[in-house]
């Protein structure tokens, strides 16, 4: 399988690229990754070195990959946080030029517009363009529960409203959805959950609440997800899968008192996790 990564990319520790390619590649995937920024490391550290890439900088390089002729190999293109409108128009120049090259080519985009406790954060413009341009395009996507209420224009109390949510967005265009980082009122205290909706139906799964705050694992749960479903066709599968892989990446990054994710000294998690948690039909 081959997947252009077009995303973020740090030197120090894991986001965005640094965190998505290395675990598609342990499971067998040649990435294609495009780096839509190089930083020393990520932002959460409140300073950072390095440059911000324009739109041209992406088409440039993605042009350079058509002249290899290699467009029509690639399965996938994935896609995270967006600096700014020029970066998104590439990308969708991008999946465009994929899809025409091979018409089963499918698009996962990380909505990354802000998260619960937060509220937005990333540029004016770039919430609007996900609802309007990336999202409709996209034939996967995965919103934390801050994201996904801001694309559905809904809040997400219940279970049932969580669903209705997802089903709005469904109606934007993507046919695969992934929620990240669900609490609702039948959410226990000490466990979080995801809820993930395709063709098959519509799942969700539950995981102990671990005591960390950590940058990058969703851009990995992302890539995770985009692989197993290209895999497998199954939702639940796809779901079941990355939520097992990155649960056990995570309890060896607490275990181990780390600042950044533990992507390469907990690799294995993402071919045999050590605990398998299954998704469950809502």
């Not at 946080?81 to 090259?101: N, T």
Request: proline content about 5%; hydrophobic content about 45%.
């Amino acid at each position: 399988m081959n997947i252009l990564s077009i995303q973020s990319h740090v030197v120090y520790g894991h986001v965005g690229n640094a965190s998505a390619v290395f675990p598609l590649q342990r499971l067998g995937c040649e990435v294609w990754p495009i780096h839509t920024v190089q930083f020393s490391n990520h932002t959460g550290y409140g300073a950072w070195k390095g440059r911000v890439f324009d739109g041209g900088m992406i088409g440039e390089v993605l042009d350079g990959v058509a002249e290899r002729g290699a467009l029509g190999r690639c399965d996938g293109v994935l896609s995270g946080y967006m600096g700014g409108a020029d970066i998104g128009e590439a990308i969708l120049d991008a999946v465009g030029k994929v899809r025409a090259a091979n018409p089963a080519a499918r698009y996962c985009c990380d909505p990354v517009i802000g998260d619960v406790g937060r509220g937005v954060f990333v540029r004016p413009g770039i919430p609007e363009f996900m609802r309007a341009r990336a999202v409709p395009a996209a034939d996967v996507i995965t919103p934390n529960q801050f994201e996904l209420e801001y694309l559905a224009e809904r809040t997400t109390g219940t279970l049932a409203d969580a669903r209705r949510a997802v089903e709005i967005v469904h109606l934007l265009g993507p046919k695969v959805i992934l929620v990240t980082s669900l609490h609702t009122d039948e959410t226990p205290a000490d466990a979080i959950d995801l809820l993930a909706s395709g063709p098959d139906g519509c799942f969700r799964l539950r995981t102990p609440k671990l005591d960390l705050s950590i940058n990058g694992a969703g851009d990995a749960i992302a890539a995770l997800f985009f692989f197993h479903f290209l895999s497998t066709g199954s939702t639940a599968t796809a779901l079941s899968r990355s939520a097992s892989s990155i649960f056990g990446v995570l309890q060896r990054t607490v275990a181990a008192g780390s600042r950044e994710i533990l992507t390469v000294a907990a690799q294995d998690e993402f071919v045999s996790p050590s605990r398998v948690f299954a998704a469950e039909a809502v």
